[in-house]
């Protein structure tokens, strides 16, 4: 699959991803991406979030990408464990946090938690770091594990996002330009 043959929706999390963020710069670069939307990106729910994103699954044209980050990773992978095969090709998930992490971070919703523990209904690659202050990578491989997921190992990369220095992250474009072509 060619980027243009899918709808890429783009999944944020905590505080939505900046204008230097890569998953912005992907949004600018690839024609066929857009941000799902949320109404509180500082306060998030998963009922809200949850139903945001299987209404924005529904409104593509084209079979769904789902790219996330960080706490989008965790939205996105409830949808898809209730949501079965469908509409979802596939789906780039970065840097989720450790579900203990989110435990102590008082702005997100109790309802992201528990984590789903089965393996997600289409192809994903599960992106982490060794040195996420938010996950370690034995927590990230539990849940590539759970949710049937490839493991990219990042290196030492942080969260993966702007703060660690990952503004345009072209070594991330390439992946996902992979994990596409595998779709």
Do not use: K, M
């Given at each position: 699959m060619k980027s243009r043959d899918a709808d890429i929706l783009i999944l944020p999390g905590l505080g939505g991803s900046g204008p230097d963020h890569w998953q912005s710069r992907w949004q600018a670069k690839l024609s066929s991406a857009r941000r799902i939307e949320q109404a509180d990106w500082a306060h998030p729910e998963f009922a809200i979030w949850g139903a945001r994103i299987a209404e924005a699954v529904a409104e593509a044209e084209r079979p769904v990408v789902l790219v996330a980050h960080s706490l989008g990773v965790i939205?996105?992978?409830?949808?898809?464990?209730?949501?079965?095969?469908?509409r979802v090709a596939g789906a780039f998930l970065v840097a989720p946090p450790a579900e203990a992490?989110?435990?102590?971070?008082?702005?997100?919703?109790?309802?992201?938690?528990?984590?789903?523990?089965?393996?997600?209904?289409?192809?994903?690659?599960?992106?982490?770091?060794?040195?996420?202050?938010?996950?370690?990578?034995?927590?990230?491989?539990?849940?590539?594990?759970?949710?049937?997921?490839?493991?990219?190992?990042?290196?030492?990369?942080?969260?993966?996002n702007t703060a660690s220095g990952h503004g345009p992250w072209p070594e991330g474009l390439m992946a996902f330009a992979g994990f596409l072509t595998k779709l």
């Open positions: 939205a996105a992978a409830h949808v898809l464990a209730v949501a079965g095969p469908g992490s989110v435990i102590d971070i008082p702005e997100i919703a109790t309802d992201f938690r528990p984590y789903p523990t089965r393996v997600l209904p289409c192809p994903t690659v599960l992106v982490a770091s060794t040195d996420d202050p938010y996950c370690t990578l034995e927590a990230s491989e539990a849940l590539a594990s759970h949710w049937g997921s490839s493991l990219l190992n990042a290196g030492a990369a942080g969260h993966i």
